[in-house]
Structure formats: structure tokens, C-alpha cells
């Protein structure tokens, strides 16, 4: 059933035009520009290259461009994208389009785009030094419980940031005033490890992928992870929910939106093309040199996954004063 939808899919594809399905019926769209909001070497522009890379190697997309705009924190490109409906171009995007649009630093939000499909993700981590005396997540939520003011936690975004909001999540979970985190944001993730490494901060958040790598060298150990379930690179990290922060799961995912008003056919090539993506020994090797997770949620789902967000974060934004 699965093969024939497939084959339905592609004949409807190439009837319209929107995409190319050649005899082999393996290239789902002839090309595709990535429009990344970001400078070069940041999260967003590594997967749109790191997608674009294993799209195009693996025969599914003739060819990919890329082209960087960064500005108003991220809305240069929302706006540029929803200005031009532009079929042709996809534009990568994470949790801060939820985070920025409640915070109003502009004006639109996912609504205003054609969500395409989240891809991957990385969760959060809740980290500590390889000679802090906190052992466990419970050790710190009793240190945190004895006098929040005493326990300093790190990020790499501001105040308000995703780190933040994680922090707050997981000592909400665990039964305490999450008003109360002592809260230390940097410019960036490396300069918050480099605070918990000299001892500045007493725990850090922390994406899940940039902490499993010192974790393995030693000199960090993870406390917990936001993930439903344990992860494969490191079975031994507990998830929060297990830990004792109860009901915590939150992930950083990273996704593509398309411009407002894109045909139905020019969707599905897209999501056809994400989809089988992930069968493909290309991906596999630029998501394993990444340490990204997969996570694949498209068109509907993907609109309901971002809504939950939405309000997840919104309430707890709310709670924290910041909306």
C-alpha cells in the first residue's frame, strides 16, 4: 500500500510540474535553495547544509543552493520568504520561531508559513562540573531546594532564552518555584561550558549533542536529558523524567518551512524527498557527524507538534514573567 501512495504521489508530482520524477522515480525535486537565517557556522546554516548535502548525494534533489540572512532574529528571513513565495525555497528554522514570535521580536509566526516537516533534534541537558559534589539531578534540586540562590545556572541565550525556560521546566517538574532559578546567560554554548569548567555557574543547559562529547572525555557529567526516552549515544544518562523532574520532555528541533500558498503537489515533493531522506546512507552520515537525532513530523503533525510548543513554552514564559 505503502509503494503504491509512493507511486501515486510521484505521477501527481510530475503532472503538475512541481517536481521532477524521473524513470528510476528516485528525484523528488529538481532543486532547492535553502534559506538559512543565521550566519555561516551556526546551528541553522550546519542543517540546511548538512540536509541539502544528503539531499542532493543521495539522488533525491538535483541540486542545492544556499543563501544566509541573518537579522531581527531570524524575521529578515520570514519576512523575505513570505514577501517573495517563492516555490523553489525552503527555510530551515527551530524552536526560536516559537520563542521569538510569543515574544513578539517580530511580527509573524509559524502560521504564516507552510511548515514542510521537523527533522531533527537535539534535547536539552542538564550538566555539572567532573569534581561538583552534585551527583545526581536529585542532588541538585536539594541544593537548589536548601537556597535557589546558591546554585547558579548557565546558558548560551539570554534571559527568557531556551536554556532558560529548560532550566525552569525541570525544577518546575521536580515540585519547585521555578521563579526562582538563578539564571547566568552567555553570548554563546562554549562560553557557558567555559563557566561551568572554571566554576562561575554550578550547573549549565545545555543541548544534549554539544555536552556528550566533554561527557565522554570527562570533564562534564549529565545530570538528565529531555528526552521521552533515553538516548542511544549514552544509554547511562537518565531522562529528567526518570531522574525525578516528572513529565519533562522538550526538544530543540530543527525543521523547514516553506513560503505561504505553495501548491499541495510542491508540498508533498517536498515531504517525499525529507521523508526518504532518512533511508539513505548519506544522511545517516551527516546525522551521526552532527550527533543529531532524527525526529520526522510533516505537514499536519508538524503543525500540531508546533501548537503543543507554543503552549508549553507560552505557559511557561507566563509563569516566569516574561510574557
Known amino acids: 500500500m505503502l509503494k503504491m501512495l509512493k507511486l501515486a504521489l510521484a505521477a501527481s ?12 522515480g528516485h528525484q523528488k525535486v529538481d532543486a532547492v535553495k535553502f534559506l538559512i537565517p543565521g550566519g555561516a557556522g551556526g546551528g541553522w ?52 520561531i516559537v520563542i521569538r514570535s510569543l515574544t513578539k521580536v517580530f511580527p509573524q509566526s509559524f502560521r504564516d508559513l507552510t511548515p514542510i516537516a521537523g527533522t531533527i533534534g537535539d534535547y536539552g541537558a542538564i550538566v555539572v562540573g567532573k569534581n561538583s559534589k552534585i551527583a545526581d539531578l536529585n542532588g541538585l534540586v536539594e541544593a537548589y531546594k536548601a537556597d535557589p ?9 539570554v534571559a527568557g532564552g531556551m536554556d532558560h525556560l529548560i532550566a525552569a521546566l525541570v ?27 572554571s566554576g562561575e555557574i554550578q550547573a549549565l543547559t545545555t543541548g544534549f549533542g554539544e555536552a556528550i562529547e566533554l561527557a565522554r572525555q570527562g570533564e562534564v557529567n549529565i545530570l538528565c536529558v529531555t528526552s521521552p526516552e533515553r538516548v542511544a549515544a549514552s544509554k547511562d544518562t537518565p531522562t529528567c523524567d526518570e531522574a525525578g523532574s516528572k513529565g519533562t520532555n522538550f526538544v530543540n528541533w530543527r525543521g523547514f518551512f516553506a513560503a505561504p500558498g505553495i501548491s499541495d503537489e510542491k508540498k508533498a515533493a517536498y515531504i517525499a524527498a525529507l521523508k526518504e531522506m532518512y533511508d539513505t546512507e548519506e544522511w545517516a552520515t551527516v546525522r551521526d557527524r552532527n550527533g543529531w537525532v532524527d525526529i520526522f513530523n510533516a505537514d499536519a503533525d508538524f503543525v500540531k507538534f508546533l501548537e503543543g510548543q507554543e503552549e508549553q513554552i507560552g505557559g511557561l514564559m507566563k509563569e516566569l514573567g516574561f510574557l
Not at 543563501?67 to 528554522?93: C, P, R, Y
Not at 540562590?149 to 541565550?157: F, W, Y
Open 45 to 96: 546554516d550546519g542543517t540546511a547544509r548538512g540536509t541539502g548535502e544528503a539531499l542532493t548525494k543521495s539522488g533525491l534533489v538535483g541540486a542545492a543552493t544556499y543563501e544566509n540572512m541573518s537579522g531581527g532574529g531570524g524575521g529578515k528571513a520570514i519576512a523575505h520568504i513570505i514577501e517573495t513565495k517563492d516555490e523553489g525555497t525552503l527555510m530551515v528554522n527551530s524552536t526560536p
Open 149 to 157: 540562590k546558591t546554585v547558579a545556572v548557565g546558558g548560551g541565550s
Open 13 to 24: 508530482v510530475l503532472v503538475a510540474g512541481a517536481s521532477v520524477a524521473h524513470a528510476d
Open 171 to 197: 525544577m518546575k517538574n521536580a515540585g519547585q518555584d521555578a521563579t526562582k532559578v538563578k539564571y547566568i546567560p552567555y553570548d554563546a554554548g562554549g562560553k557557558a561550558m567555559a563557566g561551568l569548567l
